[in-house]
């Protein structure tokens, strides 16, 4: 059997319509399927009973980009400033919740995680760190990095976040940052996989590395149980 991993979803109001609801980017499907996964995308929602349901069936999980955690997610550790406060785009309180809700859940059944930009975000924030509300000039393009501990064979990754962890969670340990210094990659040491990564590697050709080891890690708790 292959690994299930749940991807969580992005919060969309579309257009006109006013429709809401999660969406998966394609991107993060198709990586999990090339690393030998099946990708579940999960519905939008932080109804215990239901995220209690995915963390006991799926054997991993990606945590996906999207936009910033809002204020009152306590993420910032402090109250925004009106001009800080404006750089925040795409929130949603119930893709907040749910993301924090699910990183607990992950850290306490031990299952493989991989946090992708937004991902290692919340889960840092989730297993009680902060992020800088906003860096401006960090945004886009790519960048080197240098890894304290190598996890994946990439020096220059692609940068579309203008947010970066601040004070990290005590769980966590930085592996990997810009030449400016902003945390680009962690690990959870005590687990068999919690790893979060600044970049996208869903979009940068020939890292696959990620999902490889998501995946195998997903598989290798699955044989085991
Ligand atoms: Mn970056």
């Not at 749940?6 to 090339?34: H, L, N, W």
């Not at 924090?100 to 889960?123: K, T």
Request: proline share 5%; hydrophobic share 40%; charged share 20%.
């Amino acid at each position: 059997m292959k690994p299930l991993i749940g991807i969580t979803p992005s919060a969309v109001r579309m257009g006109p319509s006013g429709k809401y609801g999660g969406f998966c980017d394609v991107m993060y499907s198709r990586a999990i399927e090339q690393a030998g996964g099946v990708p579940v995308a999960l519905p939008l929602t932080c109804v215990r009973q239901t995220l209690n349901h995915f963390l006991s069936f799926c054997d991993g999980f990606l945590l996906s980009g999207g936009g910033d955690l809002c204020e009152a997610s306590g993420a910032y550790g402090r109250r925004l400033t009106p001009s800080e406060r404006k750089t925040l785009s795409a929130v949603d309180a119930t893709r907040d919740e749910m993301e924090m809700r699910l990183v607990r859940g992950i850290a306490e059944g031990d299952i493989p995680v991989l946090g992708i930009c937004r991902g290692v975000q919340v889960m840092n924030v989730a297993l009680g760190g902060t992020l800088l509300a906003d860096i401006p000039g960090h945004r886009d393009g790519t960048h080197g990095i240098t890894w304290t501990r190598r996890l994946f064979n990439c020096r220059r990754v692609n940068s579309s976040h203008h947010q970066a962890l601040d004070r990290i969670a005590p769980s966590l340990t930085v592996v990997a940052r810009s030449g400016d210094g902003l945390v680009e990659a962690v690990v959870r040491p005590s687990a068999r996989f919690c790893v979060g990564v600044q970049f996208h590697p869903e979009r940068m050709a020939g890292c696959d590395g990620p999902f490889k080891k998501l995946v195998a890690a997903a598989r290798a708790r699955a044989a085991a149980r």
